[in-house]
């Protein structure tokens, strides 16, 4: 079997929708799974909603009657206005309705997931619904059914022994003479509340599904003509790279490279399953295969992390940062479900940067500030080039450097972003 993960630029209009329908149908075979992103930028709309209905904002409804509008407006260029499907979307909505119906009372990651999911839940009805208007027999699955997770919200856990007995004990029956679609980014906890398992991560669920169903391929299909040594949005002289090793496609998604989610591969690597990223555009072009083999990258390859903090810290008495020094910081990070992007120590600092999420970064000073006295910057970013030379270095670093890290295969900066 096969699985296809569409991403929301892909369906992010009627157009893209009859484009999906169009690949699907010319690549007639059994045992196929979808897995389908929210619409555009529908999960920003719905993260700008989850903040202004915690914050008590007064433009809670308009926000709401927006989303609905962008998703209602695709459904009367799609369908005749008596098909259910227009039902079924306003009966979805309504879960969002009784949630900004009363005051916030539970934790914002938690309100973030059971609001910014429903973008998913959205899109692959109505995408399921116009697959069988156009004569493609479809079973519409609920993610949440198969992906059990824990309580990390935002950021969840998958709970693989329970994901994959669910996804065995019914999945293969029905794809034995239907396709099957369902949701990307989106889990379950065992008290039965949604979970999201962070951004962009519509295509681990399909790497998720793929590993449990033993799949023959996963095929992205994205808004690029595979994977690139730069974000085409910030560089013009991108090179597309025709195969990649999972390791080499491990590290590239571990530094930042956003074009695969990072928690893909691997379970796809676990089962020798080849992963083809390829243009939903043009369906018949090559792309980039990802698979086990041994492939040697001379191209540099640029990747960059905007929206960085970056944190030093000195013992208050100070003294060396030692072993017990960094096993506390580190304590400290993993307690606010921090990732550290890159990292520097010397004999009197600690030096980090990290994706800056205010919260989190108020959490963590609350945790440090006994024992360490900390100076930070914002307004960062973070430039990672793996299979760095000299040239590559002076052409796309500009401007002052404030960290310089760089081993045997990769150089890392961290400059202000202008």
């Not at 007639?28 to 979808?34: A, D, F, G, I, S």
């Amino acid at each position: 079997m096969q699985v296809f993960k569409f991403g929301g630029a892909s369906v992010k209009d009627a157009d893209g929708i009859k484009n999906l329908a169009k690949i699907i149908k010319s690549n007639p075979q059994e045992n196929l799974l979808v897995v389908i992103s929210a619409m555009g930028k529908t999960t920003n709309a719905l993260e700008k909603l989850a903040i202004s209905y915690f914050d008590r904002q007064d433009d809670v409804h308009q926000l709401f009657d927006e989303i609905k509008s962008y998703h209602f407006t695709m459904l009367h260029q799609l369908f005749e206005g008596n098909h259910p499907v227009f039902d079924e979307i306003a009966n979805t909505f309504v879960e969002i309705d009784w949630i900004i119906e009363d005051e916030p009372v539970d934790p914002f990651d938690f309100i973030y997931d059971q609001m910014v999911s429903m973008g998913e839940i959205v899109s692959s009805r109505i995408v399921g619904q116009y697959l069988n208007f156009m004569g493609i027999k479809t079973q519409w699955l609920d993610a949440r059914s198969y992906i059990q997770t824990d309580n990390t919200y935002r950021d969840a856990k998958i709970d693989w022994a329970k994901t994959e007995d669910l996804i065995l004990k019914s999945i293969p029956k029905i794809l034995e003479n239907q396709i099957a679609i369902t949701q990307g980014f989106i889990g379950n906890t065992s008290e039965n509340f949604t979970t999201t398992l962070g951004r962009e991560g519509s295509d681990f669920t399909a790497a998720i599904f793929a590993s449990c169903l033993n799949a023959k391929d996963v095929t992205v299909w994205k808004d690029v003509p595979g994977i690139l040594n730069a974000d085409p949005k910030l560089f013009d002289d991108c090179i597309k790279f025709d195969e990649l090793s999972y390791q080499e496609a491990i590290e590239m998604t571990y530094y930042g490279a956003t074009v695969i989610h990072p928690k893909t591969i691997k379970p796809l690597q676990n089962k020798h399953i080849p992963l083809f990223v390829k243009p939903f555009l043009a369906p018949k072009q090559a792309g980039t295969i990802i698979k086990e083999a041994q492939i040697n990258i001379n191209t540099p390859i640029i990747i960059v992390k905007k929206n960085q903090v970056l944190i030093t810290l000195n013992t208050r008495d100070l003294s060396f940062i030692t072993e017990n020094h960094l096993s506390d910081i580190f304590k400290a990070f993993a307690e606010v479900n921090i990732k550290v992007n890159t990292m520097q120590i010397s004999a009197l600092s600690f030096s980090a940067s990290f994706d800056h999420r205010e919260d989190k970064f108020e959490a963590l000073q609350k945790l440090i500030k006994t024992d360490f006295e900390l100076k930070f910057n914002t307004d960062l970013k973070l430039i990672t080039i793996r299979h760095a030379n000299e040239k590559s270095i002076e052409k796309y670093i500009k401007g002052n450097i404030y960290l310089e890290q760089r081993s045997r295969n990769t150089a890392q900066f961290v400059l202000k972003d202008e």
